[in-house]
């Protein structure tokens, strides 16, 4: 726990600006981001008696290590820096709010010469005119299935498009008049881009328009006695009435707004959002966060303006935003939301009529989302929260087990032996911290020692971090451990840059191996918990704890003792050990069958210099096979297009000293199969995929 008097700027140091701030820890982490009016008044209130401190914000300054501000000139430009920054660094002492789910649109590509009507989830294209977002596509599609009738625009995908267009013959929806068929020219591309502008007209909240229209060419029909198109004309009213039906007024005067509701106790808030166009609700949303720093209810509302126009411009940010408390300072944000609709933006709170009725519905909606929330994950936190107890009673650690690192060997009869880490924080996987290794110390199986190698070089570069870091005097380490150097050698992290590359911590991005676990778990039995143990030894570390999980009996084992600690079967925390090692499991089995399917693809002519791909497949055209190319004379070699005298001699002196490759072998009978001429496009070497090797099926995975 670092003191906030350690790194407290010194007086006069700080401008009495506007600007953005952001402090980080003692790895260079930025951990939180704000922004102020007075840069100076505002980083005072953090250096004051901790005593007199939120304990969030006692939390975060307590973490932080340094901190640090950028000067921009008005409010305007903070607020738009600090979501910035807040989006590129993602820190742990920051509001985010948690979506989950991709809300669906309904979506009318106006940017393609014949516009679709479609449903569309993720970022926002542009050209296309959205509306929405809806809680569930069938609700879409069901508005949809009904507008078609009046608005028969475009829905089918492009491939269907162009097969239509190629036969001549339109979809269903083109003969049951559920679209114009565009495809086949009975409507020109004029004539389909105003149905679909119609169609978004009407969608946009402009509906009396077409009523009366449809009304008059209805009575238009019947007074003509042309019965059958006025009761196509009574058809289509009712299907346009029952679509709007959908979407009852709840706002008179044709009102574009969005309301913001939140719902929040002391931990978390729950924000509920209805979007308002032509007095309808169109669309409904909402988020949860965790509230990590003291934060009030209209810093909230800023969050969630943040989170929902960030991205918008144009008509996505209404004219109007309805908000439970307004922002201090109001004037930037409203600035800010005007600058991204390109006119004026109202932002205020409802006080009575219509409007605060609506508001109201919306609280309900945040109050009901907060609710299930909680209970949602009060069962998911509990289960995990037991599981971590009952691993630290049953390992008899002091506390439990919030970060755990597990690692698995993987290879096929001694080949390609590779490594694997996965990290769970919490009881959840932690994706972004996975490591693969592979090991290039000795041949063969030996998993003992291939997990000795991959514990020393993880945990020596962890101390080397430390050190760097300045956590003790230069050169100096925990009972004389080397941790600046790494004389493992054969172990070699292939998911990043060496060592001095990979710590950006200037970025405030996470580095590769700068966090212990509090617990490593390895895939085997007493002798790789034992190799485990002594690497950590060896490096001077004594307060992780180590432990295996064996297949045979799912048995747990820990360091120095003769006999397994058995969890029950129904024990959450021996699941939560399972679905960790079975994790490393696969992750080191996925690099072990990459770097195999690569191996069988060499071919000795990669090995010759100066001979591209192109000239590659050219000979194994010409040759048939590598066996072929190896028997041929220089002047035959000669004879393959582009291939000079010089690069003859030197493709015969490598595949001269080249091995020949162990004959391919038919795994099912065990003959000796003629190295006959494969498919060119099967790899640069031409050789079949299993000479030398025994089938993938077959093979002991580790």
């Not at 935003?321 to 005007?338: F, I, T």
Request: proline share 6%; net charge negative.
């Amino acid at each position: 726990m670092a003191d906030p008097s350690s790194y407290r700027p010194k007086p006069g140091q700080i401008p009495d600006s506007p600007g953005v701030y952001r402090f980080r820890d003692e790895h260079r982490r930025v951990i939180y981001v704000g922004k102020a009016k007075s840069l100076r008044q505002r980083l005072a209130n953090y250096f004051q008696d901790l005593a007199g401190l939120h304990p969030r914000t006692r939390s975060m300054v307590t973490t932080a290590a340094s901190v640090e501000w950028t000067v921009v000139s008005t409010e305007v430009e903070a607020l738009q820096l600090e979501y910035s920054w807040i989006k590129e660094y993602d820190p742990r002492f920051n509001v985010k709010y948690r979506d989950d789910k991709s809300y669906p649109y309904l979506a009318v590509t106006m940017n393609e010469e014949y516009p679709r009507v479609q449903v569309m989830r993720g970022h926002k294209k542009k050209g296309v005119r959205y509306f929405g977002p809806y809680a569930h596509a069938w609700a879409i599609r069901d508005t949809v299935d009904l507008l078609l009738r009046v608005f028969p625009v475009r829905t089918c995908s492009a491939g269907v498009f162009k097969n239509a267009r190629r036969t001549g013959r339109p979809c269903l929806l083109g003969y049951i008049g559920k679209c114009s068929a565009p495809c086949v020219d009975r409507v020109s591309a004029e004539e389909h881009r105003e149905l679909a502008e119609e169609f978004c007209d009407f969608m946009a909240g402009r509906t009396g328009t077409y009523l009366r229209r449809l009304e008059r060419q209805m009575g238009e029909a019947a007074e003509a006695m042309e019965y059958e198109r006025a009761a196509r004309l009574r058809d289509d009213i009712g299907a346009l009435k029952k679509a709007m039906e959908k979407n009852a007024v709840v706002l008179a005067d044709a009102t574009d707004a969005d309301l913001i509701a939140v719902a929040e106790d002391e931990l978390e808030a729950a924000v509920q959002i209805f979007h308002v166009r032509g007095g309808r609700v169109r669309g409904q949303r909402g988020w949860v966060t965790d509230k990590v720093e003291e934060i009030t209810t209209g810093a909230l509302v800023e969050h969630a303006l943040q989170q929902l126009y960030g991205e918008e411009t144009g008509d996505a940010v209404p004219k109007e935003v309805l908000v439970p408390a307004l922002p201090d300072p109001l004037e930037p944000v409203q600035e800010w939301l005007s600058g991204r609709r390109g006119a004026q933006v109202s932002l205020r709170v409802p006080q009575r009529g219509d409007k605060r009725a609506l508001m109201e519905t919306v609280e309900r909606n945040a109050q009901q989302a907060l609710i299930l929330h909680k209970t949602k994950r009060a069962s998911d936190l509990t289960t995990r929260s037991r599981a971590l107890e009952e691993i630290a009673d049953a390992l008899e650690l002091d506390s439990a087990p919030l970060r755990i690192e597990c690692y698995d060997i993987s290879h096929l009869q001694g080949d390609d032996v590779v490594a694997s880490m996965v990290v769970f924080e919490d009881g959840l996987a932690r994706k972004s911290e996975y490591r693969r290794f592979q090991i290039k110390g000795f041949e063969g199986q030996d998993d003992v020692r291939s997990m000795h190698e991959v514990i020393t070089r993880r945990f020596k570069r962890y101390l080397a971090e430390k050190e760097r870091t300045g956590e003790w005097a230069d050169g100096e380490s925990p009972d004389g451990a080397a941790c600046a150097s790494d004389d493992s050698g054969p172990l070699t992290d292939v998911s990043s840059a060496p060592l001095s590359d990979g710590l950006k911590d200037e970025d405030g991005r996470p580095k590769r191996f700068a966090y212990p676990p509090q617990l490593v778990v390895v895939d085997g039995g007493q002798p790789q918990v034992a190799a485990a143990q002594r690497a950590l030894d060896e490096l001077g570390i004594d307060d992780i704890a180590v432990c295996g999980l064996a297949k045979r009996l799912e048995e747990v084992w820990v360091p120095g003792e003769d006999d397994p600690v058995v969890l029950p079967r129904t024990s959450e925390g021996l699941y939560l050990l399972q679905r960790i090692r079975d994790e490393a499991h696969r992750f080191a089995i996925t690099y072990q069958r990459t770097k195999r399917s690569k191996r069988f693809r060499s071919s000795p002519l990669d090995d010759v210099p100066g001979l591209g791909d192109t000239r590659k497949q050219a000979l194994i055209k010409h040759f048939g096979s590598v066996k072929r190319l190896r028997a041929a004379t220089i002047d035959q070699i000669c004879e393959v297009p582009g291939i000079g005298r010089k690069t003859a001699e030197t493709i015969a002196v490598a595949l001269a000293q080249a091995a020949p490759a162990a004959p391919a072998v038919n795994t099912a009978t065990g003959e000796i199969m003629e190295d006959e001429a494969p498919d060119p496009t099967a790899g640069a070497s031409g050789e079949p995929v299993s000479a030398g090797a025994p089938d993938e099926r077959r093979g002991q995975e580790t």
